[in-house]
């Protein structure tokens, strides 16, 4: 695969104690019961917050006390499902859970076939190396809504990667990993 050196997406590293694929075993055992999909929602957590996000269990203490989080979670898994990245991402407000982290929820609960332009993650990693790329979600996008921005990100990183013969989650994963250390001859 491209031969860049890089893992693949999800593989480990560190102590991580959970994988991608760890997240989609998980997403097939949850169902649709609130519990089992909050369930999801902390591994989701845990997993986004990496080796050494400290912040990650205040984050998911707010989430997890806010009222909203049961009928969040499942009208975004609902719409992600359908395909409605840009209705999933306006509806995501619970508290302590920003873009980074209901991306990362988002790319877990999109259970549809490959061929599909699958939620990715977009977070602030991922953002540093497109914009020292020189890509602005707001410029391909002509607005300033981030629902646009997220949804023209996502099928940008879908067309890139199909070109590459690579997937779109293993280019976001490449994207994340370089941390914006791109050089451009």
């Known amino acids: 695969?491209?031969?860049?050196?890089?893992?693949?997406?999800?593989?480990?590293?560190?102590?991580r104690l959970l994988s991608r694929a760890d997240l989609a075993e998980l997403r097939q055992a949850t169902g649709d019961s609130p519990d089992g999909l909050r369930d999801l929602f902390v591994a989701v957590m845990i997993w986004?917050?990496?080796?050494?996000?400290?912040r990650g269990p205040r984050y998911t203490a707010a989430a997890l006390s806010d009222t909203r989080l049961p009928h969040v979670l499942t009208t975004t898994r609902n719409a992600v499902r359908s395909g409605e990245l840009r209705e999933a991402y306006v509806q995501f407000a619970v508290r302590g859970v920003g873009r980074s982290f209901f991306t990362k929820w988002f790319?877990?609960?999109?259970?549809?076939?490959?061929?599909?332009?699958?939620?990715?993650?977009?977070?602030?990693?991922?953002?540093?190396?497109?914009?020292?790329l020189g890509w602005s979600s707001k410029e391909a996008a002509d607005?300033?809504?981030?629902?646009?921005?997220y949804v023209t990100y996502v099928i940008a990183m879908h067309s890139w990667a199909r070109?590459?013969?690579v997937t779109a989650a293993w280019l976001e994963w490449l994207m994340f990993h370089l941390n914006g250390q791109v050089d451009i001859p």
């Open 1 to 15: 695969m491209l031969g860049l050196g890089a893992e693949e997406p999800g593989s480990p590293s560190g102590d």
């Open 48 to 54: 986004g917050s990496g080796t050494s996000n400290g």
């Open 107 to 132: 790319a877990a609960v999109d259970d549809r076939e490959a061929t599909c332009e699958r939620a990715l993650i977009l977070d602030d990693r991922v953002f540093r190396s497109l914009n020292a």
């Open 143 to 149: 607005s300033r809504r981030w629902s646009a921005r």
């Open 163 to 165: 070109p590459l013969g």
